[in-house]
């Protein structure tokens, strides 16, 4: 079954340090890979999407992903975090028609990382 | 644009009673998602619509639910009668096409108790 994966819960960094969120995903075809992130009550807006070809996506707020199809990952990053990036984070794929191929359009969400940052 | 917006933003309601969703789509997206944000399941899809044709809805959780998109600037989910169980947060999503990326709304929080 289509799937993605978040391993961590929770992630705290301190300002300024690098951010690495890990996200693997079990798809049949090329998937549709997207970073959303969600501040507490509020809903959920995109930073970044591979859809095809460069496998180096960026993004919005400084954040950028890679594509690593032998890896089945899409690992969200960041070199310098501010205070203002605690959130909760989520990785998502569109998901496959499992009878004629191709996307359905629904997305299939990991349980996401929340992110704290230490002053 | 104003986004997608939802309405009401919070409701709370006592179990046994019909609650109504709603969501108006930013114009011209033609796929329409109604997804439901739990601390147990996360993020999951209810139903969704391809220029107003429901087409998917395997995530529906029960005969409690039902979502209608009568045009393509207005959807409702409704759930009646309403359950403790039923409390979380509702999102909709809109998207240009099938496989693109989506744009949620604010969400609304629902308590029943």
């Known amino acids: 079954a289509q799937s993605v994966t978040q391993p961590d819960i929770h992630i705290t960094v301190s300002e300024g340090a690098s951010l690495e969120l890990r996200c693997n995903y079990s798809?049949?075809?090329?998937?549709?890979l997207f970073w959303y992130v969600q501040s507490p009550g509020q809903g959920l807006q995109l930073l970044l999407k591979y859809f095809s070809g460069d496998t180096l996506v960026q993004g919005i707020k400084g954040f950028e992903a890679e594509f690593k199809r032998s890896q089945s990952s899409f690992n969200l990053r960041k070199p310098s975090v501010h205070w203002s990036d605690a959130a909760e984070y989520f990785c998502?794929?569109?998901?496959?028609?499992?009878?004629?191929?191709?996307?359905?359009?629904?997305?299939?969400f990991g349980k996401g990382t929340k992110l704290s940052v230490k002053p | 644009d104003a986004g997608v917006i939802q309405s009401p933003r919070h409701e709370v309601t006592e179990m046994g009673q019909e609650v109504t969703l709603r969501c108006k789509p930013i114009s011209g997206h033609n796929s329409l998602f109604w997804y439901r944000q739990t601390m147990m399941r996360g993020l999951e899809l209810l139903i969704y619509f391809n220029n107003n044709v429901p087409i998917d809805d395997s995530g529906m959780p029960e005969d409690r639910f039902s979502a209608k998109m009568p045009n393509a600037s207005f959807s409702t989910l409704k759930i009646q009668p309403s359950e403790p169980r039923d409390s979380a947060v509702y999102f909709c999503a809109s998207s240009y096409g099938q496989g693109d990326e989506q744009y949620f709304g604010p969400g609304t929080r629902l308590t029943v108790t």
């Open positions: 798809y049949g075809a090329t998937p549709y």
């Open positions: 998502a794929v569109i998901a496959e028609n499992m009878n004629y191929g191709g996307s359905q359009g629904n997305l299939i």
